[in-house]
């Protein structure tokens, strides 16, 4: 067992950053590059065989998730791309991760059936949408232009979305405050008293993205490497 202080990995998201990361990088260079010249070790993990021993570690436990919370992870913690220097007329200077793309893929498929039935949705508008609930910066104002739907509809569909990926907080419900007697007019009242009128605090509910987090902390949380 490695000890506490000597795991690489101080969470399951760092490890999931890490395993994410390197397999993207791999994939994007020739092998005879890879023998050529070997990705350095940056940060947490390791570099070379051992780091592709380490990230396909990572990744074998992630199998156990459904394939909507492994899209969700990907999602949020995948590079979107990697730099590209092919010199390419239509080189834009980087490439798409297609895992990232296939993430987004699936979780805009599955925002289709939480939206108000009978609704269309445009395209851009759901992945948009999508993309926003996973920490992308996105103007929906901006987005329902783009799309060509009224800015209230937009609005709605987020809500639906938000609270289908991110999750709600149930209502605040206030104690009930003790009462205390005091003058009214000829006579005395009682009334609560404002300085114990405290919030509870409430559960929040989960959505999409805490569950499978929650689920990957379990599965991640057995390696060697990884701190609980």
């Known amino acids: 067992m490695i000890d506490t ?4 990995f101080r969470s399951a998201q760092d490890a999931m950053i890490f ?5 993207m990088q791999t994939r994007d260079r020739s092998a005879v590059d890879r023998m050529a010249a070997p990705s350095p070790r940056t940060g947490k993990g390791l570099s070379g065989n051992d780091g592709a ?3 396909g570690m990572i990744r074998r436990e992630l199998e156990e998730l459904t394939a909507i919370e492994r899209a969700v992870l990907v999602a949020r913690f995948a590079p ?10 239509c080189c834009c200077g980087h490439t798409p991760n297609p895992e990232y793309q296939e993430a987004i893929r699936t979780l805009e498929q599955a925002a289709m059936s ?5 609704t269309i949705v445009h395209y851009q508008l759901r992945r948009g949408l999508v993309e926003k609930a996973t920490g992308i910066k996105i103007e929906i104002k901006a987005l329902a232009i783009k799309c060509g739907v009224a800015e209230r509809t937009a609005y709605a569909h987020w809500e639906v979305i938000k609270h289908w990926f991110l999750g709600t907080a149930k209502p605040k419900k206030s104690k009930e405050a003790k009462r205390k007697r005091v003058a009214a007019g000829d006579g005395v009242a009682d009334v609560p008293n404002e300085s114990e009128l405290l919030p509870e605090v ?9 569950k499978a987090r929650k689920h990957a902390d379990e599965l991640l949380s057995g390696l060697d490497f990884v701190r609980p």
């Open 80 to 89: 979107r791309s990697s730099p590209c220097a092919c010199g390419r007329a």
């Open 114 to 118: 939480i939206l108000p039935s009978g």
């Open 53 to 55: 021993a380490q990230a």
């Open 5 to 8: 202080e000597q795991k690489l």
């Open 202 to 210: 409430a559960t929040a509910v989960d959505g999409i993205e805490s």
């Open 19 to 23: 395993a994410f990361s390197y397999s």
